[in-house]
Every structure is written in C-alpha cells, then in structure tokens.
Nanobody, 117 residues
Framework: VQLQASGGGLVQAGGSLTLSCAASIINFRINVMGWYRQAPGKQRELVATITSGGTTNYVDPVKGRFTISRDNFKNMVYLQMNKMQPEDTAVYYC????????????WGKGTQVTVSS
C-alpha cells in the first residue's frame, strides 16, 4: 500500500476531524500531496493540495475551515477539518502528484467522513 488514509468517521455538524495519510513512496518530497473527496452520486473533487515547500491551495468551500499539512520526514500528510458541515460528507482520498515529467499520480483507498446535521 503506497498511500494509506485514516481518521475518517462520524462527526456532528460544527465538529472537527483530522485525516492522516501515510505515504510509503519513494521521493516523497518531490510530490505535491493532496486530498480529494467524492460524495455519493458526485464526481471526485479536489479539496486541498500542498507542495513540498508548504505552499497550500484550497477550494473555496473549505477555505478557512480545513488545513492541509505535511511532514516530509515522516512521509505524512494531514487534513485538519473544522466547522464541518453535512456537505463535507464524502469519501476522502489522499493523492500524490509527482512533479517530474512522466510521473504517475498515486491514490489511497479513501476514508469515509460523515457529518450529521
């Protein structure tokens, strides 16, 4: 298993949850790491990304509520989710996007997050 996501679960609206992704991939630092999510009946969508240097990017619905971070020594990526809303309910996937030409994206199996109203 190259990307193993964990930390999903059931949380009430307004609550918090932290997802973790353990990456057992070579040259972790040259990957842009990201979190994606897929809600029932919808396409997978980007949530947030982070470069090796720590530059982050968020989609508008999660800005100010979610924080992505990474530990380049432990090969870990995290997604801290605060003020969660029922619309955040989805399967969350960890992604590794190589920054070298010809690199192939890697995906974890996903972890279910359910936010109750």
């Amino acid at each position: 298993v190259q990307l193993q996501a964990s930390g999903g679960g059931l949380v009430q609206a307004g609550g918090s949850l932290t997802l973790s992704c353990a990456a057992s991939i070579i040259n972790f630092r040259i990957n842009v790491m990201g979190w994606y999510r897929q809600a029932p009946g919808k396409q997978r969508e980007l949530v947030a990304t982070i470069t090796s240097g720590g530059t982050t990017n968020y989609v508008d619905p999660v800005k100010g509520r979610f924080t992505i971070s990474r530990d380049n020594f432990k090969n870990m990526v995290y997604l801290q989710m605060n003020k969660m809303q029922p619309e955040d309910t989805a399967v969350y996937y960890c992604n590794a996007h190589p920054t070298y030409p010809g690199g192939i994206d890697k995906w974890g199996k996903g972890t279910q997050v359910t936010v109750s109203s």
